[in-house]
């Protein structure tokens, strides 16, 4: 299984991306899906989950501003980023719980780039 991420580009403050992130193959189960983010020099951080069944926790960083959604008959997850700031300028990596081998594995996408010019 792997997982592709996309949608991140150069984006002035003030302004939108989407990102969308999608399992390469037919996933019986997905538990909760997420997207984090690593800027340069710190360390990786959750920035919006939601859970299989529907419910999203975000960061008070981007509250009011980024919305995660789940298609799961497309197996994917996206993240809409509004009003975007030069500090969210960072690596954006998506993350799948898929269940196999009768447990939840962690899936990670390769990061898509997201940079915010002020």
């Known amino acids: 299984v792997q997982l592709q991420a996309s949608g991140g580009g150069l984006v002035q403050a003030g302004g939108s991306l989407s990102l969308s992130c999608v399992a390469s193959r037919s996933i019986f189960s997905i538990n909760d899906m997420g997207w984090y983010r690593q800027a340069p020099g710190k360390q990786r951080e959750s920035v919006a989950v939601?859970?299989?069944?529907?419910?999203?926790n975000y960061a008070d960083s981007v509250k009011g501003r980024f919305t995660i959604s789940r298609d799961n008959a497309k197996n994917t997850v996206y993240l809409q980023m509004n009003s975007l700031k030069p500090e969210d300028t960072a690596v954006y990596y998506c993350?799948?719980?898929?269940?196999?081998?009768?447990?939840?594995?962690?899936?990670w996408g390769q990061g898509t780039l997201v940079t915010v010019s002020s």
């Open positions: 993350k799948m719980e898929i269940w196999r081998f009768g447990t939840w594995v962690p899936y």
């Open positions: 939601i859970r299989s069944d529907g419910s999203t």
